[in-house]
């Protein structure tokens, strides 16, 4: 396991404005694994916004051969390795851990600043949860145009990411509550210049 800290890949600090946490069901997280063959077995795995550890657990179950760095903004109930802002790490630093694969469901409305500082520090997949609406806008164009996304796996069923006080309630014997939002895995690679392929699971 690599001796990383918050402090030898800190950078600047700062925190962002609110943390958007939703937690990722496992089940989905299962899945996409089972199916696409994601996230290789003996890699090195960054998983930069882990939360309570919903997209951990099921890669430690899949691929027992990947080292995991889970990170956080905030600690909760679930170990982390390190606590600080994704955005605010040394990307040199980051370089230098030879992380085999990024794989996290971002603050949406950082999505983008997580996927271009993860495709600087990663030499392999950056695999980004999104609402399938993250295809489209104007802003992302320049990202979309550098042709680094190779996959993208639309999520048949409804991926309900609940919030802490969804979750508390459910936990209480209520109903999780329903999902309208559409959701994608988005696999991104620096390595690959070509279109991308649209699938669905």
Excluded at 82 to 92: G, H, I, K, M
Excluded at 163 to 180: F, I, N, R, Y
Aim: proline residues 5%; aromatic residues 8%.
């Amino acid at each position: 396991m690599t001796n990383l800290t918050a402090a030898n890949i800190a950078g600047s600090g700062g925190q962002r404005e609110a943390h958007d946490f939703y937690a990722t069901p496992e089940a989905d997280v299962h899945k996409f694994l089972d199916i696409t063959g994601a996230v290789p077995n003996g890699c090195l795995v960054l998983e930069p916004s882990a939360g309570l550890g919903h997209m951990v657990r099921p890669i430690r179950e899949k691929r027992p051969q990947c080292g995991i760095i889970a990170g956080d903004l905030v600690q909760r109930e679930f170990p982390l390795d390190y606590v600080n802002d994704f955005l605010a790490l040394d990307t040199t630093a980051l370089s230098e851990l030879n992380i085999g694969c990024i794989i996290t469901n971002p603050p949406f409305k950082h999505a983008q600043a997580f996927i271009e500082k993860s495709l600087d520090c990663c030499d392999g997949d950056v695999i980004m949860l999104l609402k399938l609406a993250f295809l489209a806008g104007k802003g992302r164009q320049s990202l979309f145009e550098r042709n680094h996304l190779r996959e993208v796996w639309v999520s048949r069923s409804r991926i309900n990411c609940m919030k802490p006080s969804d979750m508390a309630a459910v936990e209480c014997g209520g109903k999780p509550p329903s999902s309208t939002i559409a959701m994608a895995w988005y696999i991104f690679n620096r390595n690959h210049t070509g279109a991308a392929t649209i699938n669905w699971l």
